[in-house]
Structures are given as C-alpha cells and as structure tokens.
C-alpha cells in the first residue's frame, strides 16, 4: 500500500512543493511519479525512485529508497499545479498511491 | 510519434461484458508491453493488467477469472474484456505503453496513455 502526504498542497507560482510517498513495504527504488492534470492522462514524471523520464524538466526531482520517497518541484510553473501520483512496480499488483493535489495559493 | 486512442461503449449493463480496445499508431505493438489501468471516480489508479511483448499477460488478482487482454497486430489493436460487470467496474479505462529510454525498456512504469475512456456500469 502507497500513501502520499499531505493530500493537497497549496503553494503560490515560483515556490518549491516536497511530496511525500511511503510504502508499506520496502519497494527498493522501483517508484515512480506521475502528473494528472484534469481530464488528461497521467504523464511519467520520475522512475526508479530518481530518474527523470524523457523530457521531463530540471525542476523536477526524485529521491528515497526502500519506504520513503519525495518527489521535489523546484520553482513551480503554472503548468505544475495538478494531482501527482506515486506507483510502485515491486510487487504485483502494481499499485498507485491516492495523489497530493498541488493547487494554487 | 506513439498514439494511443480507446474506444468502446460508454454505457455497460450489470452482469454484461465490457470490451474496450486501443488502437495504436506510430508505433509497434508487437514490440512492446501494453496495459491497461483504471480510475474510479474519487479513487487511486488501479492497475488492471499487462500484456508482455513475448505475448504472456498478467492480470490484477481480483480481476484475473473476468478479464482478457488480447492484441490484434494486424489492426494494430490490443484489447480488454472484462465479463460480470458490476458498479464497481465503472471508472475511466486507460491503455498504455511501457516507458522506453534509449534500447531499455520498463514494463512495469508507462510512457505513453491513451485519452482515456469512461465507461459506467448501469442498467
């Protein structure tokens, strides 16, 4: 089981957001983190646990192992603010957890 | 540029069979991994299963005696069924490739997502 921490984070344009994810069980570093804006798809944003996807930006950064993991935005652009997802690939099922919605102070 | 676009009824009735498939362009199904994932309105993803690129397939446990996943290369489509629906089936049906970088290839994280289909479970 992934939980994400806080549910909702409401940060102004330029600040940076900390998101948390932790497992209930060690997944190692097979985690990754995902971006859902409204009404699209999530889009992969970091894999294993600290590994930028393909063309993902800078500002985006990705660490932890084992049970906890943050997902660092350095610099929130107006296109951050959505619902991010952690999953894990370690057991099967592979399973996401609940969000942290980044919304606009 | 890899294209994924589901399709398939929006409105299923209890006890019937749903079945979506995802036709996919720019690219090659044959080889790659593929899955299928869903949302329920006000819930997490769930990831519902996988068909690998040697043809294997692998389902969620509480869905492996109602659900197939099947490709069709020819029609560059891959497909889910999913048989007994009920109300806990609704829920937006995504398709989606595994995430590729440079020769290596991740299964199990997804790169490319189709639009997304909603389909409801209703009488």
């Known amino acids: 089981v992934l939980t994400q921490s806080p549910a909702t984070l409401s940060l102004s344009p330029g600040e940076s957001a900390t998101l948390s994810c932790r497992a209930s069980?060690?997944?190692?570093?097979?985690l990754a983190w995902y971006k859902q804006t409204p009404g699209q798809a999530p889009r992969l944003l970091i894999y294993?646990?600290?590994k930028r996807a393909t063309g993902i930006p800078a500002r985006f950064s990705g660490s932890g192992s084992g049970t906890d993991f943050t997902l660092t935005i350095s610099g929130l652009e107006p296109e951050d603010f959505a619902v991010y997802f952690c999953?894990?690939?370690?057991?099967?099922?592979?399973?996401f957890g609940p969000g942290t919605k980044v919304d606009i102070k | 540029q890899v294209q994924l676009q589901a399709s398939g009824p929006g409105l299923v009735k209890p006890s019937e069979t749903l079945s979506l498939t995802c036709t996919v362009s720019?690219?090659?199904?044959?080889?790659?991994?593929w899955s299928w994932i869903r949302q329920s309105p006000g819930k997490a993803l769930e990831w519902i299963g996988s068909?690998?690129?040697?043809?294997?397939?692998n389902f969620h446990p509480s869905l492996t005696s109602r659900g197939t996943i099947s490709v069709d290369t020819s029609k560059t489509q891959m497909s889910l069924t999913l048989t007994s629906v009920t109300a806990a089936d609704t829920a937006i049906y995504y398709c989606?490739?595994?995430?590729?970088?440079?020769?290596?290839?991740?299964?199990?994280?997804?790169?490319?997502w189709g639009q997304g289909i909603l389909v409801t479970v209703s009488s």
């Open positions: 989606a490739r595994e995430y590729c970088s440079g020769n290596s290839c991740w299964n199990s994280y997804l790169e490319y």
């Open positions: 720019g690219g090659s199904l044959g080889l790659h991994s």
């Open positions: 068909l690998y690129n040697g043809g294997s397939t």
């Open positions: 069980q060690r997944v190692t570093n097979y």
């Open positions: 294993d646990a600290s």
């Open positions: 999953q894990q690939r370690y057991y099967w099922p592979f399973t």
